[in-house]
Structures are given as C-alpha cells and as structure tokens.
C-alpha cells in the first residue's frame, strides 16, 4: 500500500550543469511523490565541491543519507543508475569567439584528409586502367579517359558517403542515428565508465 510518504526516486545516469547554477535534487533524480514532498524535494540543494573539477560522481546512497539528513519520515525508493555523474560547463561556452572558426579549420583538415585517403586508395587499385579496362569491355572501344564510368562513379561516391552518414548537408535522409553519432555516443560512453570507475569526480 503506498502512503503519503512514500517518494520514488528515478536517477538520472549522467547530468550537464552550468558551474555557476546550484545543482538542484530535481537536476539528478526525476521524483515522484506527494506534490508538497515533491516540491520540497525538488528544490533542495545538493553540496557538490565543483572547485577545479569538470565532473563529479555522486553515489545514489549519500542522496538518500542527504535528503533523510533534510527531510524527515520519508520513504524511499530508487531505481535507476546507482550512480550519477554530472557534467560542469564552462559559464562562457557560448560566448567562445574563436569556436566557429577552430570548426571550421577541424573540417578543412578533416576534408582534406578523406579526399587524400579517397585519392590514395584509387591510385593504389589504378581504379583509372580498371575503368578504361570495363569500358573497354562493354564498349569494345578503347579510350584513355572514359568519362562515361568516371563521372557516374564520381558521383556515386558522393551519393554513397551521403546514405552511409545519413546527411545531405543539414539534413537527415532518415531517423536512424549516424555511425559517427554511433561512435561519439560509444565513445561518451566509455569515458564516463572509465570516469565512475576510477572516481575521479567528487
């Protein structure tokens, strides 16, 4: 039977926070409970020593020593992670002048780079004999540069680029996530593992 005071407690894995707000209880758990309780609970501040540190871990159990320690008879339950990590950000993230253009020169080598790799990997199978040998093929007719293949082929691999990164410029072809956001993701991942394992935050 559920009474009154009893308050279910959702932790929420991994937070992002602005160093300069108070990390608030409703900010780690979502809550459920009686709407006075609830408000109460919500608006409690949580002390986290954010000086010098970018992240910090805070286990589920001294959220329970914390909210006993502020608010008392109440019954809870948690469910969820076992522990939170919160990510602080830089207050002048935004206001970062120079952001635009280290994107900009990150995608300039990262461009450069793939049309390198794509220009190594065509001169190492002679992609150019072997399209003068498949048109020569099909044609019967032998020519040193057979546009014919070449430009379809060119095109093919903008188009093929485009459906395997799931992007035409801004927009997506379909909801499925990206390899590259399967890889940022993947990666996220393992750093905040790696960073509740070794408890480098708080």
Known sequence: MINN???FLRANGKVSLPKSKSVLLKDLVEISADREIKKKLENLSYPV??????????????????????IANVDLVVIGETDILISFQDDNI??????????LVVCLLLFMGSI???INFHSDVDMKTAH???????????VDRPLLLQIPYSLGIGVGMAVF???IFKKKIN?????????????QQ?????????????
């Open 5 to 7: 005071s009893q308050v």
């Open 49 to 70: 020593n954010i000086k010098g540190n970018s992240n910090a871990l805070i286990s589920v159990i001294s959220l329970i020593t914390f909210i006993k320690e502020n």
């Open 94 to 103: 935004n206001t970062d002048k120079y952001k635009k253009l280290r994107v």
């Open 116 to 118: 390198t790799a794509i």
């Open 132 to 142: 003068t040998v498949i048109y020569k093929m099909i044609t019967g007719v032998e």
């Open 165 to 167: 990164f799931n992007h």
């Open 175 to 187: 909801n499925e996530p990206t390899p590259l956001e399967m890889e940022i993701y993947s990666y």
């Open 190 to 202: 393992s750093v905040d593992e790696y960073i509740k394992n070794n408890n480098n935050g708080e």
